[in-house]
């Protein structure tokens, strides 16, 4: 990965590349922040850098995910017994080389295991602590990035932290995770923490208009929708007829909760609409959870006369937008949000989809009638 190649992040990568021209690289770094705003890129391009400094030939290789002192952890499944990620490097390889900004969510629905616990073992640590106690192939520094840190077991997190108390001489050590809240304290303290925000809209935008060949009004729209997260706005522009899809089934779904009020044989149809999306893999469903948020909010900004804000509205199949968005206020918009936020956090733990989307889907028939 070649700092040009990562969207944004500039006042990021001039501190990065100055702590390695002053000599200052600490030995354990924690880049926190969504997959999508560049965690991954950044580790890879700052591991480049270092590794290239000690030898000229190491950035093709480094490019490549080859280079021999560099390493990877991350989150697998246990599979006769055994959870090591090197056993799954070359899936990893693949995923990774295609597409650097890719999530948790991709990585789980790549591997077709969305049934399965991911997670950092105990047994993967030592494995680890095996790999770094030999001297490095090529006589100078050896690199361990850990991906999805905060996806480490208690049992290999204590483990974990013995290697950081005690790193082999010449060994670096970056982390990266969504955020700290699943990671031990003690941990965290032993870290330098790296704080990784979200890609600025400018350069969100100049990144997609240099790779893709989209319309400026489509352009904008994804922008404003991706929030700062390139994973998402690929994602966004590879959707095709899916947002139609979305479009549809969130038509369906506020036409049955109006309805199921006066009339509760509509209750079928909303349980037929919830069986439907839990059919969807799982990181579909995710994103038309994201779909409904989104929505949610521009009916209310609407609704509260910030029609400016508004960069999209439906109007397809004789919905009638103004009047949907006149349901949507403060009195409702929390609660709803809040559901959306909460079915979101139940899949993310492998609930029973059924379940959570017809649950989802009842309840807004309540909160959309909620006025005060």
Not at 147 to 155: F, H, V, Y
Not at 256 to 275: G, M, T
Request: hydrophobic share 40%.
């Amino acid at each position: 990965m070649n700092w040009e190649n990562i969207a944004g992040q500039e006042n990021l990568k001039r501190l990065l590349k100055d702590s390695i021209a002053e000599n200052r690289v600490s030995h354990a770094q924690l880049f926190v922040g969504k997959e999508g705003y560049g965690t991954l890129p950044l580790a890879l391009a700052y591991a480049k850098e270092i590794l290239s400094g000690e030898n000229e030939h190491a950035a093709s290789k480094v490019e490549h995910l080859n280079h021999l002192d560099l390493h990877f952890s991350f989150p697998v499944y246990t599979d006769n017994k055994n959870s090591l990620s090197k056993n799954k490097f070359e899936e990893f390889r693949e995923m990774i080389l295609a597409s650097p900004y890719a999530s948790y969510d991709d990585w789980t629905a790549f591997l077709d295991s969305e049934n399965k616990q991911l997670f950092i073992s105990a047994d993967e640590i030592d494995d680890q602590n095996q790999k770094f106690s030999l001297k490095s192939y090529e006589g100078g520094t050896k690199l361990l990035i850990v991906w999805r840190a905060d996806k480490m077991n208690i049992a290999a997190s204590n483990k974990f932290l013995k290697f950081l108390e005690e790193p082999p001489a010449k060994t670096i050590i970056l982390l990266t995770a969504e955020s700290t809240n699943d990671i031990l304290p003690t941990i965290l303290s032993r870290t330098q923490v790296v704080e990784v925000p979200r890609i600025n809209d400018e350069d969100l935008e100049a990144c997609l208009r240099k790779s893709f060949s989209v319309a400026d009004e489509k352009v904008k729209e994804i922008v404003h929708e991706a929030q700062g997260n390139l994973n998402e706005a690929i994602k966004l522009l590879n959707a095709g007829n899916k947002s139609d899809e979305f479009e549809k089934l969130f038509i369906q779904w506020v036409r049955d909760a109006f309805q199921v009020k006066k009339k509760p044989e509509f209750l079928k149809s909303i349980i037929f609409w919830a069986r439907e999306i839990s059919g969807w893999n799982r990181e579909k469903q995710k994103n038309f959870l994201n779909y409904c948020s989104e929505i949610f909010r521009l009916a209310l900004l609407q609704n509260y006369q910030s029609e400016d804000l508004v960069y999209k509205k439906i109007d397809a199949n004789g919905f009638n937008w103004t009047g949907f968005s006149r349901f949507i206020s403060g009195a409702n918009i929390e609660s709803i949000l809040e559901e959306i936020n909460t079915a979101d956090l139940h899949l993310t733990r492998n609930g029973n989809p059924k379940i959570i989307w017809t649950d989802l889907g009842i309840k807004l028939s309540r909160y959309i009638h909620k006025n005060t």
